[in-house]
């Protein structure tokens, strides 16, 4: 059986991981100001970073429609006998509503709610395509996929809140407070919704230090295969601290980098980066 491994653009997946592993992405679609744009296609993050300094709002992504949904999904059956559509959580995002609606029409399609976002869908789409390359058919990897997303840990830390801010995520008061007080907080995933975590305070290199140190000590069982570094921009130091520590404080066997679609990117602004990885180590 030849099965098709789908996803959006809020997946974060490499442009040599989408190649590898044979995977088709629908974008996202983005309006800033009276244009619009197809997520990783001809819009990038710079160009979210310069429309919001300019403008002072955020653009507005909205949810791939259930039409749209159906022409990809035959494009991609047209060579494969099932497919499998990995979509953003239908917690922070009513697209897979859509996905769901437009396979309901179509046979052998299956979709599965990542319950996460960015690179925390990514290490799902690579365990699905492991398994596809391991021979095992489309419900076999759905299930499979299925059992694992809840150990998903998926995690940013940001520079500033003004993104948050601007998309209705905290108040004036937080903002200000964050502000003067240096302070800088992570967001995770829990059960589907993204939420403010822990709040770190002090230069970014030392909140950065210190979100590392507290993810990989309250995450403490990863499976070793695989860790991402996402970041929605980033300078070399940024990187160098996260690669070190990676390298010297965790026995991750492989280490992927990947810049935040703009979809993502528009929620957090610049200088937000984090580590995802699966957590369910001591369960494989």
Known sequence: MKIKITCDSATDLTKEQIAK???????FIITMGDKTYRDGVDLFPQMIFDFVAKNKILPKT?????????QFFKKQLKE?????????????????VNAEKAAENIKNVFVIDSLSLSSGTAV???YACDLRAQGLNAQEIVEKVNARREFVQASFITN???YLYKGGRCSSLQLLGANLLKIHPSIILRKGKMQMNKKFMGNLAKVQKNYLEDTIKEFNTPDNNCVFI???????????????F?????NFKQVHEAFASATITSHCGENTI???????????
Not at 80 to 96: C, G, P, R, Y
Not at 233 to 242: G, Q, R, V
Not at 277 to 284: F, I, S, T
């Open 230 to 244: 996402t970041y929605s921009s980033a300078t070399p130091e940024m990187l160098e601290l996260f690669r070190t």
């Open 62 to 70: 909205s949810a791939i429609n259930a039409f749209e949904y159906e």
């Open 21 to 27: 592993n044979d995977i088709a992405v629908i974008p």
């Open 246 to 250: 990676i390298k010297e404080k965790t």
């Open 80 to 96: 494969h006998d099932a497919l499998i559509h990995i979509s953003v959580s239908s917690k922070v995002s009513s697209t897979i």
């Open 160 to 162: 500033k809140i003004d």
């Open 274 to 284: 984090g580590i995802l990885y699966y957590n369910d180590g001591d369960k494989l």
């Open 124 to 126: 799902q789409l690579l």
